[in-house]
């Protein structure tokens, strides 16, 4: 496929959930998102107010994330926060399931987490972080499986953050046998170039979390279709 910017800008998530993100720092890539039509801000669950105020009678999409780096929140925890991240606004949410109780064994476990979390968003978009980084293969296809019986309605590769690693054709390729048709792919950790973003959607990302966003697709402007 040949990618236009429109095209690259419309599968990006544009990040920003550093823990001293300020209320600027939050208005200013939520302008970035309308200068850029990104498809959605990502940002800690505690601005989706604000992002959702800025956004209002715009397409772009309030996304926020929670559970992570470590993913060892308890399971009624995480419901809870699905649901007021829904009360504060967002549509999409990002979580890190527990990958400690996947490394143990404790399948059932996982997926009860899963199914409340996706209960608990009422609708919204759920992506699970599966942090493919600290898996073996044979975990990496247990969680897809889990998340695409629990009706999780994205998987990704990493958060970005502690030990899941960075996004890497080879990495997308699994995941996206993996879920097939049955969940869609988002790509997160180290995507900085245009040249990445674009070899990632070749491979079969639908989305892509990056604070790079901007340079991204200003690396994108003036060099035609890729």
Not at 111 to 116: A, I, V
Not at 124 to 151: F, N, P, Q, W
Request: with cysteine; aromatic share 6%; charged share 25%.
């Amino acid at each position: 496929m040949n990618w236009t910017i429109s095209d690259v800008a419309d599968r990006i998530q544009h990040t920003l959930v550093s823990p001293d993100a300020t209320e600027a720092d939050i208005r200013r890539i939520c302008q970035e998102c309308v200068d850029h039509q990104f498809d959605g801000a990502m940002i800690q669950p505690c601005w989706v107010p604000l992002a959702k105020s800025i956004l209002k009678g715009t397409t772009i999409k309030v996304c926020t994330a929670f559970g992570y780096p470590m993913g060892g929140d308890g399971v009624f925890a995480k419901a809870a926060t699905a649901r007021d991240c829904v009360a504060r606004g967002a549509d999409e949410m990002d979580f890190m399931p527990n990958m400690g109780l996947l490394k143990s064994g404790y399948d059932a476990e996982v997926l009860n987490e899963l199914k409340m979390v996706v209960q608990a968003a009422e609708g919204h978009v759920v992506k699970a972080m599966l942090e493919l980084g600290m898996l073996s293969e044979d975990e990496g296809k247990r969680i897809t499986e889990l998340c695409i019986e629990a009706g999780v309605h994205y998987v990704k590769n990493s958060s970005g953050f502690g030990k899941g690693g960075k996004a890497s054709v080879e990495i997308i390729q699994k995941l996206k046998s993996w879920a097939g048709d049955r969940a869609k792919v988002k790509a997160s950790g180290g995507v900085k170039t245009l040249e990445q973003a674009v070899a990632l959607f070749d491979a079969g990302v639908d989305l892509i979390g990056t604070s790079s966003g901007v340079s991204i697709v200003q690396g994108a402007e003036g060099q035609g279709e890729y």
